[in-house]
């Protein structure tokens, strides 16, 4: 029996991107040999690679303005540093809105003087800041589109004059924004856009080459853009599932196309989360991520029998992380609007039990 | 038709290997779902971290031994830098073999003092130089076993008294030392032991923690360790085809046994190189390679009949390293004995047209 899988990452990928990923280990399109077998200099791949970073600025919205695709490793705890190294000189402004905000702001820290710009850790990052101040001598502001763990999510876009650094790991591709206000966006694949393994950067290439540090090469954007994102081997499995995960959305219609299915599930979601009374959302309502639906049982003595109901229904993934507790509802890109109906149908009928 | 594949990275690996990989990509197990869609933390995919973990280690005789092995990200080029950030405090020595070698000390010189106890470059790396001496103050020697481009190998362990750093990246497991006389080991996974996309390192854990450095925490190998090689997302495909290929190397009989048929393609393939008047071998013979045979053409003119006649036999990878020219047959454990066979016949075929 195929699952309703509402992991939080890595998460569901459309079942035909499964279906080529698995083919391609076994032939990679009839050449006899597999994709994971070839070099990664070879035609067939640089082809690959070539499409998923034109892909990746294609649905975007960014294709021939100043910005570059990069395939890279190392996930986002990695970019915490990159970002840093590459665009850190003597102070930037971190929003923090949850847990992996505050990561990136430990790691930059190590580098140089951070400020934190507005945090919402106050009421355990159940909001989203707003109405802060960003200095225009700063060297960016760095902030995090969706947060997994709390379930909040930016809906409007800083408006500053620095460059504007985005960890965009759990909503990228699920929305329909001006993604040309970001100067740089990363995002582990894990979520919207592939399996575990690879992390996409967007760069706009006119913010690089402006600190005074000899930076590592294996960090330095410059050299991932000049050598094509093949610096050293990439992940070529994660590059390659990634790509045919683009094609998919593509093929649907784009970023405009899924905002459509993705808002249709969310609205299904938290209309049962505040219309059922054994359930209470853990997000602020303006805040609530379109991705990650948290919310909590309004009575305890209830989560035996919810769980077993879960299970049965073959429901997957929906435990909340351990720091805000209760449960998680990621509806990622691929997850079908008939998983969000069976995972409703399971909370209306513990009501109608209770 | 399946062909003789002599990639030099990635490379083959075993069919059984990619026929389960291919699997577990549509559903893993009977789970319902694919390996890649489920989270790291779940018991499924913990299981394999550990497993594969653990035979990193068993395979090399170092269980019990002080030794943790993790699957990192980011290719033995990240480990350049982060044996550096977490090794060198003062100065630390380096063995030139070639072009990796070369890269680890750039990198480590950004953070340090590097003295390179020894260098080939002088012949464009076709030996490796003996009775260099290594101040017993130094940080610790870093090393590379083997060197794909050129096609030299380290056949004798330095001896010394400070921790002993070693790139194995295109020779781990392919062949029977002792493994105990290294510190720390780091290997990607693309030559011997899986896909591109993760790296193994393994490390003594009494070396760590003497640096005054505040290291990041993505480059932090106790951290690493601390997590259970989870410090954040592990890149899941590429650890899971890689815990198959250490299973399928045990199953075979380990590293020993596997020694014995690579000796014997070796063997082959050095024998043809050597006795047919058309090729002659780039590297000095008491370093030859195990791994990559590296060889040219002595009349240039057969080029074009030559490479004709490969293509036909269903040979693929053999092209030379730019920086070599000619050819290179790289035979790492996956590759089987007929395999080499075909490509002596092809050479000895070239020489009876000649």
């Given at each position: 029996m195929k699952k309703h899988n509402f992991s939080a990452g890595p998460s569901i990928l459309p079942p035909e991107v499964?279906?080529?990923a698995s083919q391609a280990i076994v032939d990679y399109n009839n050449s006899g040999l597999s994709i994971i077998e070839i070099s990664h200099r070879s035609k067939d791949f640089v082809d690959v690679m070539e499409n998923a970073r034109a892909l990746a600025l294609e649905l975007l919205g960014l294709e021939g303005k100043g910005y570059k695709a990069l395939f890279l490793q190392g996930g986002a705890s990695t970019q915490f540093l990159m970002v840093a190294m590459n665009l850190l000189e003597k102070r930037a402004g971190y929003l923090n809105t949850g847990a992996w905000s505050t990561k990136a702001i430990k790691e930059a820290k190590k580098l140089d003087d951070i400020y934190e710009v507005a945090s919402s850790a106050d009421a355990n990052f159940n909001y989203i800041p707003?109405?802060?101040?960003?200095?225009?001598?700063?060297?960016?502001?760095?902030?995090?589109?969706?947060n997994t763990i709390f379930g909040t999510q930016l809906k409007q876009i800083p408006q500053v004059d620095i460059p504007l650094v985005c960890d965009m790991s759990s909503d990228i591709y699920s929305r329909n924004i001006d993604y040309s206000k970001f100067d740089l966006i990363y995002a582990g694949a894990q979520k919207n856009m592939g399996p575990a393994g690879t992390?996409?950067?967007?760069?706009?290439?006119?913010?690089?080459?402006?600190?005074?540090?000899?930076?590592?090469?294996?960090?330095?954007?410059?050299?991932?853009?000049?050598?094509g994102s093949m610096?050293?081997?990439?992940?070529?499995?994660?590059?390659?599932?990634s790509m045919l995960t683009l094609e998919w959305?593509?093929?649907?219609?784009?970023?405009?196309?899924?905002?459509?299915?993705?808002?249709?599930?969310?609205?299904?979601?938290?209309?049962?989360i505040d219309l059922n009374p054994l359930f209470k959302g853990f997000a602020a309502k303006e805040d609530r991520s379109m991705m990650n639906a948290t919310f909590n049982l309004t009575n305890d003595n209830l989560k035996e029998t919810f769980e077993t109901m879960l299970v049965e229904a073959g429901i997957s993934g929906v435990n909340g992380h351990r720091s805000v507790g209760g449960y998680r509802a990621s509806m990622y890109n691929a997850l079908p609007l008939e998983s969000v109906k069976a995972l409703v149908e399971v909370m209306s009928e513990l009501e109608s039990k209770a």
């Open positions: 499964l279906l080529k707003k109405g802060f101040d960003v200095p225009s001598d700063y060297d960016y502001l760095h902030c995090t589109s969706n992390t996409l950067v967007i760069v706009k290439e006119d913010i690089l080459g402006k600190v005074s540090r000899d930076i590592p090469s294996i960090m330095d954007y410059k050299l991932h853009i000049k050598s610096l050293n081997t990439p992940p070529v499995f994660a590059v390659y599932t959305l593509k093929a649907k219609g784009g970023v405009a196309a899924i905002e459509k299915e993705n808002e249709k599930k969310a609205s299904l979601m938290y209309s049962e």
